[in-house]
Every structure is written in structure tokens, then in C-alpha cells.
């Protein structure tokens, strides 16, 4: 049956916050002796289970589809619980604290209905510390204790606490950030507000945020000034990075890898907690496309190849170092260094050989040609010649080189094999001997000319006797 005094409701308004006011409205001494007196608690009513929410219903006089939102309840075995359609991690839960906006109990206090102690409401934002802060009223959330009996009785507390209440929204800071608490509010809300972060779960879009803040924080990265109201908190920072996409994220994040051209090994360093938290989360489903995105990134923007994993195994190469392709081709590193300067791969640095990035696919080109070649020693043995005279051979442009001797780096210039080959068939072909019947028509040839030559213009003699 319905209630003797019953209440305005509220669409962001928790069922428990309803049920305190309630009991407040009508006299009960706390929401607990409310609800023994009806042999339940407020279990069901937070879960949403259906008898409970008519049950609200009839004493509410509440129409039952308009309390049917916001269920707060464990998603099962772990940490996770909902609230509403968004999945919030542990760390989210409120525990043993009213949370509330203090300038929005002053509102309510000033502009509700009915009994001042049951003016003020709970919004469902509230029931998470993924907000913190009001969107409405851009100041912080404040928690309060309460113990174990009180926990989730907020009308109990208004009606105990009202003159520190409304000193709370004078004094209450400001927030630096409520776009967070914006975005959280719409999971919440099940409204869509970011397609790139709203294909997570919401508790892992918000760890996402917090672990590229931590990244950009790490590194010295600075992408806003601080607000007015203090600091940007990491979850702020790195919202502001995230919220634009997965380009603006790796774009980040290249911009970093290209200022300290971290090496291979250094991956767990340079990436930190960022990947720590990947690493924890790998087996999840919700983490899934998460974790693609950093392996993505990952791969192409460092020289990491098969051997080396960044939460996956790597699946395609896309840099190497001139350390890894030194190992990989058996090259010394110097001559890989000068093989990409030369290719246009790389400016000359002062780098060492694993910082130094080389497109892979362009490497594998140059470096697989640079294997087929012989170097002046070997075509000096194979010729049997002096080294001297196989660089005269080159000077002269017989043999073309691919590698010409650098300076203070190698003493002898490279052939491709196959130019070579080609130059010793040559020499080896036999010499062309002409045939009798050749020989014959030489030499009548000759006469020829020579008989014509003495007989001058128009076939005649010279007529001078000797």
C-alpha cells in the first residue's frame, strides 16, 4: 500500500535514496528500521530485482518502469559490479561513505519539496568514484563517513548534518576537470558520447585514460595547462589525449618514441604502468581490443621483431635498429649504418646502434642485395691477381661497385656477384679464329683495294713509269 506521505521522484535518483527519504518523510526513525519492519533490505531494492521494485512502487506511488534504472550489482565472480548499463571495477565502489555534490544539497535544501530533511536526493553519479566531480556545478565530490548501519540512509544524514551541509557549498572546491565525470555520467546514463571510448566497458575506458595520463605524466608530456580549480588528475589528463581517437593516441605516443628512441629492451621501462596494466589485464575479453591497440602502436613505431613481445608476440616487423638488422642479416653494425645512409634510411647521428630506426621492409631490400656481393679480397683470390690491380679494374669502371670504401670504415669496396660472374665469363671466353675460306676472302679484299688504289680516279693508271 501506499504511504502516507509520499515524495517528488526524481529520473536520476537512486531507488535507496528514495527509500531513505521515504522513511524519513513518514517518520521512521532510520531507512535500516524502515526496512526490518517490511522484513527486507536494501539488497533487492539496489539490484532492482522485480518484487522490489514494486513493492517501491506501491508505497512510493512511483509508477514501476520509471524506477526500473540504475541497478547496482556484482557482474559476478571478481571485482566488477554494475551500475545501469556501465561496468565499474573495484576501486569504483563508493564503501562506507555518503558521496554527494555539496552545492546540489543546497539546491535541492533550497528549492525541494515537502520536509527540508527529505528535499536533498542522491543522483547515481554519486554511487561511483569514477566522478569526481559535478557536472552541474563544477566542484568536487565530497564522502563522508558513515558507519556500517547509516551506510546508503543519506536522508539520516541530511537531516544531522544540515548547517555543516550548507557551509559545504560555500567552501567546497572547485573542480580542475568535469569532463570525465561528463562521460562517466552518460555510461551511466546509457547515453553515447565518444565511439572510440564507448566500445569499452566503461571501467576500462576510464583505467585507459588513467594509464595514457600516467604515460604523458611519465614522460614530461603536457597537454593542457591546469585548470582553475588545481591539477589535472591523471584520468583528466589522459582523457584529453583519448577522447580524440586512437590516432591522437599513437600520435602521442610516436611523438615520445621519437624524442627518446628508446631501445627493444626497454620497452617495459619506457612504457611503465601503461603496460603493467595490459599485462595484468591480457587474458580479459573487455581488454581485447585494448590491448590490439597498443600492439599496433607498439610494433610500428619500435624496432621490435619476433623475439621480443610486447603483451603479444610480435606479428610483423616494422623498424629494425641497425643493431637488430646487424644481428639478423650478420653484418657488422657499421656497415648496415653506412648501407642505410647511403639508401637515404637515416641521416648520420650520433646515436648508438640501437637507437638508430630503420624502415624494415626497405632494410630487407637494400641489406639482401648487400649479402650477394664479393668484396676486392675475394675477387683478388678468385683471379688470382693482386688487390691493386682488381682497384684499377674498378677505377676503370670495369666492375661497377655497389659499396665504395668509406673512410675510416672499411678498406675494401664490394662487387654484386652476379656483375662479377658475368665479368669472368667474359673473361674466359675463347678468342674468334677465323676460318681458311675467311682468311682467303681477307686477303682478296685486300688486293682490291690495293689495285684500286694504284690505278686512280676512273680505273686508269697513274702514267708515271718508275
Known amino acids: 500500500m501506499t504511504l502516507r506521505v509520499t515524495l517528488e521522484y526524481h529520473h536520476k535518483e537512486t531507488r535507496k535514496s528514495l527509500l531513505s527519504r521515504l522513511a524519513m518523510a513518514n517518520s521512521y526513525r532510520s531507512l535500516e528500521a524502515f526496512l526490518s519492519l517490511n522484513g527486507t533490505s536494501a539488497l533487492p531494492f539496489e539490484r532492482g530485482e522485480p518484487q522490489a521494485i514494486k513493492r517501491l512502487s506501491e508505497w512510493s506511488g512511483v ?3 520509471q524506477l526500473s534504472c540504475y541497478n547496482i550489482k556484482s557482474s559476478g565472480v571478481g571485482s566488477h559490479w ?7 571495477s573495484r576501486d569504483m565502489r563508493v564503501g562506507p561513505y555518503h558521496r554527494y555534490c555539496p552545492k546540489c544539497v543546497a539546491a535541492d535544501l533550497q528549492h525541494g519539496r515537502g520536509r527540508e530533511q527529505t528535499r536533498p536526493y542522491v543522483r547515481a553519479a554519486w554511487m561511483t568514484r569514477a566522478v569526481e566531480a559535478c557536472v552541474e556545478h563544477g566542484c568536487v565530490i565530497v564522502e563522508a563517513a558513515a558507519d556500517k548501519k547509516a551506510q546508503g540512509d543519506f536522508a539520516r544524514y541530511v537531516a544531522d548534518n544540515l548547517e555543516r551541509l550548507r557551509e559545504e557549498a560555500v567552501t567546497v572546491p572547485s ?3 568535469v569532463e570525465v565525470a561528463r562521460y562517466v555520467e552518460n555510461r551511466i546514463h546509457g547515453k553515447s558520447s565518444n565511439d572510440f571510448l564507448d566500445q569499452f566497458e566503461a571501467y576500462v575506458a576510464i583505467d585507459l585514460c588513467r594509464n595514457i595520463g600516467h604515460f604523458a605524466i611519465q614522460h614530461g608530456l603536457v597537454e593542457s595547462a591546469a585548470a582553475p580549480g588545481g591539477e589535472l588528475s591523471l584520468v583528466d589528463y589522459g582523457f584529453e589525449i583519448a577522447c580524440h581517437g586512437p590516432e591522437r593516441i599513437e600520435a602521442m605516443i610516436a611523438e615520445v618514441i621519437a624524442r627518446e628512441r628508446p631501445f627493444a629492451i626497454e620497452m617495459q621501462g619506457f612504457f611503465g604502468k601503461l603496460r603493467r596494466w595490459l599485462l ?6 573487455e581488454f581485447a581490443g585494448v590491448i590490439e591497440l597498443f600492439q599496433g602502436i607498439a610494433e610500428r613505431n619500435l624496432p621490435i621483431g619476433s623475439d621480443e613481445t610486447f603483451v603479444l608476440p610480435t606479428r610483423q616487423r616494422h623498424l629494425h635498429s641497425v643493431r637488430s638488422a646487424s ?12 648501407l642505410a645512409i647511403d639508401a637515404g634510411l637515416t641521416e648520420p647521428t650520433d646515436l648508438s646502434s640501437g637507437r638508430i630506426y630503420l624502415d624494415a621492409q626497405r632494410t630487407h631490400d637494400i641489406l639482401s642485395v648487400a649479402l650477394a656481393t664479393v668484396t676486392t679480397p675475394e675477387i683478388a683470390s678468385e683471379l688470382g691477381i693482386h688487390i691493386e690491380r682488381v682497384r684499377q679494374m674498378l677505377d676503370a669502371n670495369l666492375l661497377p661497385r655497389v659499396e665504395a670504401a668509406q673512410d675510416g670504415t672499411r678498406i675494401y669496396s664490394r ?14 671466353a675463347p678468342m674468334a679464329t677465323p676460318t681458311r675460306a675467311q682468311a682467303q676472302a681477307y686477303k682478296a ?6 689495285r684500286e688504289s694504284q690505278q686512280g680516279p676512273g680505273g686508269l693508271g697513274t702514267g708515271i713509269r718508275g
Open 82 to 88: 554494475s551500475l545501469g548499463p556501465a561496468l565499474m
Open 63 to 65: 509508477p514501476a518502469e
Open 445 to 450: 679484299l685486300a688486293d682490291q683495294k690495293r
Open 327 to 338: 644481428i639478423e642479416y650478420r653484418m657488422f653494425e657499421d656497415r648496415v649504418y653506412q
Open 415 to 428: 662487387v654484386r656477384r652476379s656483375d662479377f660472374d658475368a665479368f669472368k665469363k667474359r673473361l674466359n
Open 280 to 285: 595484468r589485464n591480457e587474458d580479459k575479453d
Open 175 to 177: 573542480a580542475a576537470s
